[in-house]
């Protein structure tokens, strides 16, 4: 009977390990569906891409928890789960090795080439095992994208060359794979080496499309912050009880508290656990912020988006140091449903100056369907009948412009999209928040993945205007 207990034990032991990969394969595949995520060029479901990643990792290793972040490396920066989320589900271990590999880089810090370098900089200092699963992220994109996107193949080349470069510590078989698929690539594009690190290009220059909003972009670009809608961030000292911590915020409806050291507040406190702790002081409970939960006061509401797609909470630091919280309900505000239509305006806008540019005189008629343009003559005649000024094309749906446009491949190509599908979709997304927002539609709840999407596609665009 003694003989037995440690096959039993090393059987419960196993059936642990395997329900961990499980269930990282079950929320990880379920999070990416609910928002229908696919490959960007094949159109599967990006669980394709998770799996290849997974085996590619149990191939080195067996650690259920490598594996299990293999399964999870994309799912708090493509999908409304937050690190915090992971964490509750699949504890500490796991959650840090998701965290080492999403990208900290936001909108705001500047290009493609200078987010790159930023999110580069922070896989260096990731630990050997986070380091294993990106070189196996980099083998499978590589083959996916050389395959399918020879032009856009060579940017990513030269900055898969640039991450190898700060990947050393990873499984050496993988690191020895990665190199080989990159030369595969270079070879099959005619290339006689891949790309150096610092040949990246972007891909494409910037538009100049006569676009004279100067003033408009500023504003919605630069006039709303997050200071615009973040609320006070209550505080304590570290060593406050933690019951007193407990009761006051109870008392306020609040979830979140600061806590102080020698008077700045250096991290912060959840309700939920204090209230699983209650005995001793509150600082005991504290986390510490990660860069990309920070945001400065002045910070664009692009970044603010950014933050709370990956965490529960964005904290606002100011002069005096972190005193603001914003989550994601207060999305809400009319301050930032106002910014989220600017910004789908102006891009309306620039539709219509390029399709009076490219096709004069009406001559993007014959690419519009005949009843949805039937649709735009009826309400141009009945603005005409009230005596408001209407012009043909103004009295098209957003989607129709958008569609005329991207039409024409190097329009397509100048907006960042890599195929017609792609861009197709996003027009959808874009016409689907737009009607939300002018419906008083709630849209934190369910625009989410939507409005993390657009708002990073938004500020692309507005950024090439």
């Not at 972040?69 to 840090?96: M, N």
């Not at 670009?221 to 570290?238: H, M, Q, R, V």
């Amino acid at each position: 009977m003694d003989g037995d207990r440690p096959g039993r034990a090393q059987e419960g032991m196993e059936t642990l390990e395997e329900d961990l990969v499980r269930r990282a394969r079950r929320f990880a595949t379920t999070a990416h569906k609910r928002i229908d995520h696919r490959r960007r060029y094949t159109w599967q479901p990006y669980a394709v891409h998770l799996k290849s990643v997974a085996e590619i990792v149990s191939s080195v290793s067996p650690d259920p928890a490598l594996v299990a972040a293999a399964w999870l490396h994309d799912t708090v920066e493509d999908t409304p789960a937050t690190h915090y989320d992971i964490e509750g589900e699949f504890g500490k271990e796991v959650s840090s090795l998701v965290y080492e590999l999403t990208d900290v880089s936001r909108p705001s810090d500047g290009n493609r080439a200078t987010r790159k370098a930023i999110d580069r900089a922070h896989l260096a200092q990731a630990s050997p095992r986070a380091q294993t699963i990106k070189l196996a992220d980099l083998i499978d994109n590589c083959r996916d994208i050389c395959r399918h996107d020879p032009r856009f193949a060579r940017v990513y080349m030269a900055e898969m060359s640039a991450l190898l470069e700060v990947l050393t510590e990873g499984d050496s078989t993988l690191y020895r794979r990665a190199r080989r698929e990159l030369t595969r690539c270079a070879e099959r594009l005619g290339l006689q080496h891949p790309p150096g690190p610092g040949s990246a290009q972007e891909l494409s220059p910037p538009i100049n499309a006569g676009f004279h909003q100067g003033r408009l972009r500023r504003l919605f670009l630069e006039g709303f912050t997050a200071n615009d809608i973040a609320e006070p961030l209550c505080s304590f000292d570290a060593d406050t009880a933690t019951g007193e911590v407990v009761e006051a915020l109870r008392a306020h409806g609040l979830a979140v508290a600061g806590v102080r050291e020698r008077g700045f507040v250096t991290g912060y406190a959840l309700l939920a656990e204090l209230e699983a702790a209650p005995e001793g002081r509150c600082g005991s409970r504290a986390r510490g912020y990660s860069y990309d939960q920070l945001v400065a006061g002045e910070g664009s509401l692009s970044d603010v988006i950014l933050v709370l797609s990956r965490h529960a909470q964005c904290f606002v630091n100011t002069l005096d140091g972190v005193g603001g919280l914003i989550v994601r309900a207060d999305i809400e505000k009319p301050v930032v449903r106002m910014w989220l239509f600017g910004m789908i305006t102006m891009i309306e806008i620039y539709f219509v100056n390029r399709i009076n540019e490219l096709w004069p005189e009406e001559a993007w008629c014959v690419q519009v369907p005949q009843g949805r343009m039937q649709r735009a003559q009826e309400l141009r005649q009945e603005r005409l009948r009230r005596q408001q000024h209407a012009s043909l094309i103004d009295c098209l749906q957003l989607s129709d412009k958008a569609r005329i446009v991207i039409e024409d491949r190097h329009e397509l190509e100048e907006l960042g999209f890599k195929s017609k599908s792609e861009a197709e979709r996003t027009i959808r997304d874009l016409e689907s928040l737009r009607n939300n927002l002018a419906h008083a539609q709630s849209i934190s709840t369910y625009d989410w993945p939507q409005i993390v999407r657009m708002t990073h596609r938004i500020e692309e665009v507005v950024n090439l205007l």
